[in-house]
């Protein structure tokens, strides 16, 4: 007799450990996005992303017309670090489709490094594309020969519409720490 109400006592205590902890079929809890302390936002009608305090936002002028928001970090004339938001760049369907395309927009001669799934705070779907490439020297952009890291975080909104929010650094320009609090910042919408 005892073996059953030992076995009816640790019965009842996995279904209330499987309640409590959210295990069981329950919802996983949806990711969450927040900008940093310090930091500011740009917000577009598709994405918001967190930029770092040395960022600052490009106007419409400044920026180019297939961006819905921009912010750059500056160093004398010369841009050594951007964060781009682009909305519907593409007609893919899921994030794959939309990873696919946001790296055919890689500048030529850039080293892919990888692609991998990511989760996104309102995205169900969502991918992240590293990349490096080296500097032209071109007016406004690091010297000839810099590194540059790139990342791109590409999915679909709620509207079904392509995203793309790129971080392009000179190598040393930006933590690895501050690049991941942008990813980490990013909300869909």
Request: aromatic share 4%; glycine share 12%; proline share 3%.
């Amino acid at each position: 007799m005892k073996i059953f109400q030992r076995a009816a006592a640790l019965g009842v205590g996995a279904v209330l450990a499987l309640a409590l902890t959210g295990c069981g079929g329950g919802d996983e809890p949806e990711k969450t996005a927040a900008v940093p302390q310090g930091w500011s936002e740009l917000t577009t009608k598709g994405v918001d992303v967190a930029y770092p305090p040395a960022f600052t936002p490009q106007s419409d002028a400044e920026r180019s017309k297939y961006n819905a928001a921009a912010a750059s970090l500056t160093e004398g004339d010369r841009t050594v670090g951007i964060i781009t938001v682009q909305l519907n760049f593409t007609t893919a369907r899921d994030a794959e489709q939309a990873a696919i395309a946001a790296e055919a927009g890689v500048q030529l001669g850039s080293k892919v490094e990888g692609t991998k799934k990511i989760e996104l705070a309102g995205a169900d779907d969502a991918r992240r594309i590293d990349f490096e490439f080296v500097s032209g020297g071109d007016k406004g952009q690091p010297v000839k020969g810099a590194k540059i890291h790139g990342t791109i975080v590409t999915g679909l909104d709620s509207k079904d519409k392509t995203f793309a929010v790129r971080i392009d650094a000179q190598e040393g320009k930006l933590s690895d720490g501050d690049l991941a609090k942008i990813i980490e910042s990013i909300e869909v919408h």
